[in-house]
């Protein structure tokens, strides 16, 4: 397995990340036993970076399997705007992973210029505990170019995660090369780069193959969260990221797997995603999108078109 260092931060992370949303109950809703053994299988294979959120619910999941797997780099990412909520989050990660540290800490969802400056105390504070020496690097997570493009400006901001993939899916504002080029503009700037999502939210997995190698084979990259769920999937994404481009493909194939959409519960009911489907599968009931799996045909143009990235082909 490929070993990057992440930028300036110096943290020494596998190419792969272990994306613990799918884990969690948010998404497979995974017992924390079940999902370490995931972890520690992962671990055996080479991962050396896992990725998770304090919304997502996987602290306990980690905690467990840092018992066998101890020199993981785990990061995590918390919606905080001033040293309170900073403060707060980060006691919340110590309690729940059972460290006293955390190697990467990033603020959740930035968008802009506007919003890095309206959230600068808690990067503050955060630069302050990284001269503690209770956090190791300080990053953003974001869905955005505009804040790739602003990041640079923060001296205290180490890394990004970014949202890229073969086809620009999700981005909020510009195509994949806007984002590349934000991306390369922060790189040079010493900025370590950490992408989210290359499977563009689930609805890349007919062409997982050229989206994986994409991610794989990008120099703007130091390290790609890939969600793994069991483990011939982590056989197939560590074989990926190892060179054999066709693992995940053959995956697909061999285990005929069938395809689901769901709605995360954090759908405001706008209808955009109605809009785009010819198929005439979603309906908006008591406020969230409600697909009919029935006439579904998994061609992801909902999930395009849904601002708040909330609907998943899985
Ligand atoms: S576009 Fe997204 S937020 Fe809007 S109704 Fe559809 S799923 Fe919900
Ligand atoms: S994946 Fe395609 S067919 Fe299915 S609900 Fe979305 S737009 Fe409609």
């Known amino acids: 397995m490929q070993i990057n260092t992440l930028g300036r931060s110096g943290l020494k992370v596998s190419k792969l990340c272990f994306g613990t949303l799918t884990m969690s109950p948010l998404q497979q809703n995974m017992s924390p036993e079940a999902g370490a053994r995931l972890l520690v299988y992962a671990y055996e294979r080479g991962v050396r970076f896992l990725d998770t959120a304090d919304l997502y619910g996987t602290y306990p999941h980690i905690r467990l399997a840092l018992k066998d797997a101890p020199d993981y780099v785990v990061s995590t990412k918390a919606y905080c705007y001033d040293r309170q909520t900073a403060q707060a989050a980060l ?35 955060l630069e302050e505990q990284r001269s503690l020496g209770h956090i190791g690097a300080v990053g953003v997570s974001t869905h955005f170019v505009a804040c790739v493009r602003a990041a640079p400006r923060f001296g205290m901001i180490d ?14 504002d510009g195509a994949r090369q806007d984002m590349e080029d934000a991306i390369a503009s922060a790189r040079a700037a010493g900025i370590g780069i950490f992408a989210m999502k290359p499977l563009g939210g689930g609805h890349l997995i007919a062409s997982s193959r050229d989206a994986l190698r994409y991610a794989i084979d990008s120099p703007l990259l130091d390290a790609v969260a890939v969600g793994m769920q069991s483990e011939k999937e982590i056989d197939a994404d560590v074989a990926c990221f190892e060179g054999l481009p066709d693992a995940r493909e053959q995956l697909e194939a061999l285990s005929g797997r069938r395809r689901r959409i769901m709605v995360h519960d954090w759908c405001e009911g706008c209808g955009r995603c109605r809009e785009r489907c010819a198929q ?21 143009y909902c999930a395009r078109a849904c601002p708040q990235f909330c609907i998943k082909v899985v």
């Open 159 to 172: 890394v990004i995660h970014p949202l890229i993939n073969l086809e620009g899916i999700g981005i909020q």
């Open 91 to 125: 006691e919340r990660a110590y309690r729940g992973l059972g460290r006293d540290y955390v190697d990467l800490f990033m603020l959740h969802e930035q968008e802009s210029l506007y919003t890095l400056r309206g959230h600068e105390e808690a990067l503050k504070y």
């Open 280 to 300: 005439k599968a979603i309906d908006i009931v008591d406020g969230r999108a409600k697909i009919d799996q029935s006439r579904c045909v998994f061609c992801g």
